[in-house]
């Protein structure tokens, strides 16, 4: 157990629902570059809690314990995740722009799977 959270403390986050992701940045061209640069820079993260977060992302809205909302593209877009800090896992849960996200409650979207392809 003592090497299990070892490794957890010291090991780069792991992206869940990079499927979603790429669909996000197919059906928001404009957003391709800035959610391609957010997965490289969020994997190659080392986030013990969300104050290591905040260090890296000051624009970033820590809503829960959990919970996160990432302005991407300038603020044109939104992107909220969970995040598993103790064993590394950000969850994509949702992905829209600024005024979409004005309609939504953030803290309570879920993740709706879809079935494109």
């Given at each position: 157990?003592?090497?299990f ?25 404009q ?19 969300p ?67």
């Amino acid at each position: 157990m003592v090497t299990f959270l070892y490794l957890c403390m010291f090991h780069a986050m792991r992206i869940i629902a990079v499927k979603t992701l790429k669909q996000y940045w197919e059906e928001f061209p404009q957003a391709n570059q800035a959610l391609l640069s957010w997965y490289e820079e969020t994997e190659a993260a080392i986030w013990n809690h969300p104050n290591e977060l905040k260090a890296q992302y000051r624009n970033a809205s820590v809503l829960t314990e959990k919970r996160v909302v990432f302005n991407i593209h300038g603020n044109s877009y939104r992107l909220i995740v969970d995040i598993e800090y103790r064993l590394k896992i950000v969850f994509v849960v949702w992905f829209g722009t600024h005024k979409q996200y004005d309609k939504i409650d953030a803290k309570k979207v879920k993740y709706v799977k879809t079935d494109k392809k």
